[in-house]
């Protein structure tokens, strides 16, 4: 009989006790609340830093005398950085631990950010930036999986969104901190900003953060994994000389891309791959070019940086909804309607009068709700998609992926042309790749069932 200090594999005819049954039954109490309230406050920070350079790209532009094209190299540098994290060091959360791998991501991002404070020239921005990329590429894949393995089923949709919401959240973070820092303290002080409350955050994350029950387990931990167990499900409390085991912990196989294109996950992995690689486009034209679009059109700085806050917010608002829809009706539908409203609103701003504010603000808050409430959605379904053994690597993999749709929308901004014809040029090319978001969302065959 399998005891806590050997192997986590199920004993011989099931003997002992399954700990992943009870803690997708687990529930809800101050152990979840911590779990989330600290993996959420990873998602802000992440938030918060992968769209500071486009809060300071218009008062960068006007310090420094370069041109908007020459940002595109700088913006592009971040996202492949977030794609090397996303696809290399995110994964070695399914090696290191979820709690070490998050740890390392936010201490490489935090201190990127603050030396962006510091450089002299394009170059060393460009560097610091793909830096800080690879922090940040690395933080969202082991945030979800920590998410994913801690929630209980019922709540995992919901919880997992709250905490994947702190994207938009620290864009409106963001985009207030930049409206009132940019025009006194210049750009610099933005990325100050940005880089030290990551940096007080690994403090924390470092003191409270407990590592995920169901990676100790699946790693044959399970004496380790005996106090988070405890914390998270009350249904009994485990000793020394309980047998607890995890079922996935029996999947065969090593962890490799291989293993995501497997006849049970190939359809998924190539319909998250679409999804992601169609959402990011999106939520990164924006992040990256509205206030220097909006700048061009006549808005003022601090009414540009307000404009990428109401589009975060508008995030945030429909990521929770979807998170709320998606226990009455599943992720297919709710995924699926939120890309038909992301694709008709963008081709709407395409065609409307972008000078009138109220227009703008308006039609910025629902594409931040479909283009936000979609990607949130897809960091929830690739959570579910994937099995603990091989959640990070297939999670990596998408946002990887998905980065390449990031890096393209960092050089269509400097791409298209500027004033009135450029915003319409960029919007319309946004709101056609969206279609190709509904595609992927209709692929995946392992959606989030219905809950209630």
Not at 149 to 161: D, F, G, K, M, V
Not at 307 to 319: I, Y
Request: with cysteine; proline share 4%; charged share 15%.
């Amino acid at each position: 009989m399998t005891t806590t200090g050997g192997d986590s594999r199920a004993p011989e005819g099931g003997a002992g006790f399954e700990v992943g049954a009870l803690l997708d039954a687990a529930p809800l109490n101050a152990a979840h609340a911590r779990v989330i309230l600290l993996a959420a406050l990873a998602v802000v920070m992440d938030g918060f830093d992968i769209q500071v350079l486009g809060f300071a790209a218009p008062k960068l532009v006007e310090d420094w005398g370069v041109t908007r094209e020459a940002l595109a190299p700088i913006f592009a540098a971040g996202i492949v950085g977030m794609a090397i994290g996303a696809i290399v060091l995110g994964p070695r959360g399914d090696a290191w631990g979820r709690r070490r791998a998050l740890l390392a991501s936010v201490g490489v991002f935090a201190l990127a950010t603050l030396g962006c404070a510091l450089a002299q020239d394009t170059t060393q921005l460009l560097a610091l930036r793909g830096l800080a990329g690879v922090g940040l590429g690395a933080a969202l894949p082991n945030a979800t999986a920590m998410m994913a393995e801690t929630a209980p089923l019922r709540w995992r949709a919901l919880l997992t969104s709250t905490m994947i919401v702190g994207v938009p959240i620290g864009g409106v973070l963001g985009g207030e901190l930049a409206a009132r820092l940019l025009p006194e303290y210049g750009w610099r002080s933005i990325f100050v900003v940005g880089g030290l409350m990551p940096l007080v955050l690994v403090a924390v994350l470092a003191l409270w953060l407990p590592e995920s029950a169901r990676f100790l387990l699946r790693k044959g931990r399970a004496a380790e994994a005996l106090e988070p167990v405890n914390r998270l499900q009350r249904a009994r409390r485990f000793g020394t000389q309980d047998p607890i085991w995890l079922r996935e912990a029996d999947a065969p196989g090593s962890v490799s891309l291989a293993r995501l294109f497997e006849p049970a996950l190939r359809r998924d992995t190539i319909g998250l791959w679409t999804l992601f690689l169609a959402s990011m486009f999106g939520v990164f034209s924006f992040m990256n070019w509205m206030p220097t679009v909006m700048v061009g059109l006549g808005h003022d700085l601090g009414a540009a940086s307000r404009l990428l806050a109401v589009f975060n917010l508008g995030g945030v608002v429909f990521a929770l909804l979807g998170a709320w829809l998606m226990r009455w009706q599943g992720s297919r539908q709710v995924l699926g309607g939120f890309a038909v409203l992301a694709c008709l609103d963008v081709l709407c701003m395409a065609f409307a009068d972008l000078g009138d504010p109220w227009i703008v603000l308006g039609l910025a808050a629902i594409a931040g709700g479909g283009i936000n409430g979609l990607m949130v959605g897809s960091y929830v379904l690739s959570a579910h998609v994937y099995p603990t053994e091989v959640r990070t690597t297939g999670v990596g993999m998408a946002l990887g992926v998905g980065r390449a749709g990031a890096v393209l929308s960092s050089l269509s901004g400097a791409l298209v042309g500027s004033g009135a014809a450029g915003a319409s040029q960029l919007f319309l090319l946004v709101g056609l790749t969206l279609v190709f978001s509904f595609v992927g969302a209709m692929t995946v065959r392992r959606h989030l069932p219905r809950m209630a």
